[in-house]
């Protein structure tokens, strides 16, 4: 049972096409996140939603907007792909109301490939 | 957040223990020490956190400083598919339930057979 979920694995498109990569977790988490890791490896954090409500935007174009249908849901949609915007897209989630106050791990799925050519 | 500093790779022989150093001398009393690693083409996973006291659980071990300004993720027998990125990160707690890592270049570590 795959725990983070992220469709599709690999997606190459044309630059100012418009694409979508969804992700669903079956923990029961509370909080998702979309983190980008560029092609020199670097991480960083895009956005955090906690029960469907933004509470980290970390300076992200507005091309990018994501979207919280529930709780297990958080899907990135970019608006007019750029070269800049290839990377692989990791989905993540937490739960932020646990008891174990000095965790808040985070759990990864395995990342989506964006290709812009 | 406060920076850490890690050895960008490591070589290690299977089997045999491994010890990942972490530099964090501006780390703030409420900081916590997480780990975790990245295998090749996989998300990253959660390894090992800790406070102030060394930490056990059945991936690794985390030793920590007594001035807690620098930590070593030990690995007590390296296998092939402890192979990945390592990453050291200072979550400070009263952030943790952002979920924001800040990840930096890690440690790449090799272990041959």
């Known amino acids: 049972d795959t725990a983070v979920s992220q469709t599709p694995k690999y997606l190459v498109t044309q630059m100012g096409n418009d694409k979508s990569i969804k992700c669903e977790q079956n923990?029961?988490?509370?909080?998702m996140y979309w983190y980008k890791q560029d092609s020199k490896k670097f991480l960083k954090i895009m956005f955090s939603?906690?029960?469907?409500?933004?509470?980290i935007n970390e300076t992200v174009p507005n091309r990018f907007s994501p979207k919280s249908p529930d709780k297990a849901h958080l899907n990135l949609h970019i608006n007019s792909l750029e070269l800049g915007d290839s990377a692989v897209y990791f989905c993540?989630?937490?739960?932020?109301?646990?008891?174990?106050?000095?965790?808040?791990?985070?759990?990864f799925g395995e990342g989506s490939r964006l290709t812009v050519l | 957040d406060a920076k850490t500093t890690q050895p960008n790779s490591m070589e290690s022989n299977e089997e045999e223990p491994v010890h990942l150093p972490c530099n964090h001398s501006?780390?703030?009393?409420?900081?916590?020490i997480h780990w975790y690693r990245q295998l090749p083409s996989q998300g990253p996973e959660y390894v090992i956190h800790g406070l102030t006291s060394n930490v056990n659980n059945r991936m690794a071990s985390l030793a920590i400083a007594e001035d807690r300004k620098s930590s070593t993720l030990i690995l007590h027998r390296a296998t092939l598919r402890d192979a990945a990125v390592y990453y050291c990160i200072l979550r400070d707690r009263s952030l943790l339930f952002t979920g924001k890592l800040i990840f930096g270049q890690g440690t790449t570590l090799q272990v041959k057979p």
């Open positions: 923990l029961g988490h509370d909080t």
């Open positions: 993540a989630s937490s739960q932020m109301t646990s008891g174990r106050i000095d965790t808040g791990e985070l759990f």
């Open positions: 939603y906690n029960n469907k409500e933004l509470i």
């Open positions: 501006t780390i703030s009393g409420t900081d916590y």
